[in-house]
């Protein structure tokens, strides 16, 4: 039995991204046509075999594809049993100006595809805005220097490390933009990004969501409930709060919930709770 196409397509609530594509053709073919974003392409299963502009083109697996904005493509299934891919269209600005050159529109990059693997699992929940921000921010910046216009970088600021420190725990709760962030510090999001990871080790919204962890795991401690914790901690739901709360800690914040209690106490064992912090 053939299979039918699946589609999924959405707009995050992310600057600089229009639109976010997932799809399973079967059969499907494009004609050619243009866009006024980037396409950033990567195929999941099949292959693609596209002209752009005056020349032919192939979309494996292991390759990163970038189609610049305004310049004419099409897209065809290689074999009978067609293709599944992701796209992020966006923004023409996200890439700097002048970089439409049509010469090299794909790389095969394990890192570089991870790194695209890594925003589209950013851009699947609202509740990792700041998350998808601060990999959009990396990865443009990556872009722009593979098709020759690399920013200038400037060298590491401790200080301006520091500032943004203390905006994101002052930001714990409510949360904040990337955007509003640079704003706030007169810098450009990219070198902001850059400069906390240099100093700390660790890019801003990884640090953002290890206070908030630090914030539900107290308030687990001193009785509050998983669906109160999540709201009251910065999380946008208690499955937001599950998913990284077990990512990062082995268990669910019910099971961490139930093993709290001083040592000898019945109800965790003879020698109390055994919960790591890491």
Do not use: C, N
Not at 120 to 147: I, M, N, V
Not at 150 to 170: C, E, I, N, Q
Not at 186 to 212: C, E, K, M, Q, S
Request: no cysteine; glycine share 10%.
């Amino acid at each position: 039995m053939p299979r039918t196409p699946s589609l999924q397509v959405w707009r995050p609530a992310v600057d600089g991204v229009s639109e976010v594509l997932h799809a399973d053709f079967p059969a499907h073919s494009y004609p050619l046509h243009t866009h006024d974003t980037w396409t950033l392409l990567v195929v999941d299963r099949g292959a693609v075999r596209y002209r752009l502009g005056r020349h032919e083109h192939g979309a494996l697996p292991a390759m990163v594809t970038l189609l610049p904005p305004d310049v004419p493509h099409d897209g065809r299934p290689v074999t009978e049993a067609g293709f599944r891919k992701r796209v992020v269209y966006l923004e023409a600005g996200v890439i700097a100006a002048g970089t439409g050159s049509t010469g090299r529109p794909a790389w095969t990059d394990r890192a570089l595809r991870e790194r695209v693997d890594g925003l589209h699992a950013a851009l699947r929940h609202p509740s990792e805005t700041f998350e998808a921000e601060t990999r959009l921010a990396l990865l443009a910046d990556e872009l722009t220097g593979r098709l020759g216009r690399a920013r200038p970088r400037s060298g590491p600021d401790p200080r301006l490390a520091a500032r943004l420190r203390v905006l994101l725990d002052a930001s714990t709760v409510d949360g904040l933009t990337l955007a509003h962030a640079a704003d706030e510090l007169g810098t450009g999001a990219t070198h902001l990004v850059r400069t906390f990871g240099h100093a700390y080790g660790i890019p801003p919204h990884r640090y953002l969501l290890g206070r908030r962890l630090d914030l539900a795991r107290r308030l687990l401690l001193t009785g509050g409930r998983p669906a109160e914790v999540a709201a009251a901690a910065g999380f946008h739901d208690q499955a937001h709060l599950t998913r990284q709360f077990k990512r990062f800690l082995g268990v669910t914040p019910g099971v961490f919930a139930a093993a709290v209690g001083e040592p000898g106490d019945p109800r965790t064992g003879k020698d109390g709770p055994e919960v790591a912090r890491h």
